[in-house]
Nanobody
Framework: QVEVQESGGGSVQAGGSLRLSCEAG????????????LAWFRQAPGKEREGVAS???????IYADSVKGRFTISRDNAKSRLYLQMDSLEPEDTAVYYC?????????????????WGQGTQVTVSS
């Protein structure tokens, strides 16, 4: 089991920025999260959960087309932290954002592969 906790959500006007942070603890089998790929997902009311960005241990990222050029995912393995810098926010970005961990070295955006999830943090963008 890996404990995952997000922070940094809030409300902002369109065009603004927010930075999300996620702290992932050590797995109960002794493996640190640093060997896994990490990702951010989001779920808006009435919609399915969708992958936003994912990053490999060596910091190679992938992004959903809807956020390319606006969002930046990064990780600090020494601090066991994952970040999502969100710029040029749009009302369509309003959702609960989740941090997730997958026992894979490859960055992926398919939710079904992820084993560990945080509780989520709300992001609201007003027009």
């Amino acid at each position: 089991q890996v404990e995952v906790q997000e922070s940094g959500g809030g409300s902002v006007q369109a065009g603004g920025s927010l930075r999300l942070s996620c702290e992932a603890g050590k797995s109960t089998d002794g493996t640190t999260y640093n060997s896994y790929s990490l990702a951010w997902f989001r779920q808006a009311p009435g919609k399915e959960r969708e992958g936003v960005a994912s990053i490999e241990r060596e910091s190679k990222p992938i992004y959903a087309d809807s956020v390319k050029g606006r969002f930046t995912i990064s990780r600090d393995n020494a601090k066991s932290r994952l970040y999502l810098q969100m710029d040029s926010l749009e009302p369509e970005d309003t959702a609960v954002y989740y941090c997730a961990v997958v026992k894979s070295p490859v960055a992926i955006l398919e939710a079904g592969w992820f084993s560990y999830w945080g509780q989520g943090t709300q992001v609201t963008v007003s027009s």
